[in-house]
């Protein structure tokens, strides 16, 4: 199965379900999902704690395999790739943003953001080229020789940004971004991360139960017990200026 990808394209779930085995017991952790999501917007998930949101975003990441159901990502049948198919998948067209930021301790910032590209192929000189142009984009030109621990929370998180778009992914998956850092570092990050789902035109999606940045967003998918349970979609001066979630 090719994985080349149509840039234009998005996601699309139908009928999606999850099951997982604890135990004895049989937990259905998606209930026939429907959800569609579109390149060039800044898209929300939110939901209780336990209701499918981290369950979507690793289905449509590749990184889980769904019970049943079709998922279509960026052009491609997601259900009916190998593993390998999967993982070359990833690894050229997502890029990830973790609440933790996951950074290798031992690596200076630009180190980290190389990562990726070491893994695709690039020569390790060719891979630092980038990864300095990519931390100049978000703000950081002068601490990329800077261990992840001579690094502010916000700092960290911007590394992790920059480390999840240095291969240009069509798909920018963010769990919780802003939930280990302070408010003022968390305006900072979702700035960026709308910045580049709207001027890239990838498909980006923010799993968060962070209220305080509800407002960047263009639209914000409510679940509940593993479905689709409503959405808003917010026109640009409501993302400027912050909304309530209705």
């Known amino acids: 199965m090719p994985t080349d990808v149509v840039k234009t394209s998005g996601v699309s779930c139908q009928s999606v379900t999850k099951e997982f085995n604890r135990g004895a017991a049989r937990v259905l952790a998606l209930q026939g999902l429907n959800l569609q999501i579109s390149p060039g917007e800044l898209t929300l998930i939110v939901g209780p704690s336990g209701c499918g949101k981290t369950t979507l975003i690793s289905l449509i990441a590749g990184t889980l395999d769904a019970t049943s159901g079709e998922i279509s990502v960026l052009g491609q049948d997601l259900v009916h790739m190998s593993k390998r198919e ?3 998948f990833r690894a050229r067209n997502v ?6 930021f996951n950074l290798l301790p031992a690596l200076t910032a630009a180190e980290n953001v190389a990562v990726p590209l070491v893994i695709n192929g690039w020569t390790k000189a060719k891979a630092l080229e980038r990864a300095a142009v990519v931390l100049k984009s978000v703000g950081l030109a002068d601490r990329m020789h800077f261990l992840p ?7 960290q998180q911007r590394v992790a940004i920059a480390r999840g778009i240095v291969h240009d992914p069509q798909l920018l998956v963010c769990d919780e971004p802003t939930s280990a850092i302070d408010a003022k570092s968390g305006q900072v990050v979702m700035e960026l991360i709308r910045g580049l789902a709207l001027e890239s035109n990838r498909v980006t999606m923010v799993v968060t139960h962070d209220q305080r940045v509800f407002g960047f967003a263009d639209r914000i998918v409510s679940m509940d017990d593993g479905r ?12 400027n200026h912050g909304t309530e979630q209705r």
């Open 149 to 155: 621990a001579e690094l502010s929370g916000g700092q």
């Open 228 to 239: 689709v349970s409503g959405e808003q979609r917010q026109t640009p001066a409501d993302a």
């Open 86 to 88: 999967k993982t070359t």
């Open 95 to 100: 890029g990830f943003v973790f609440q933790q």
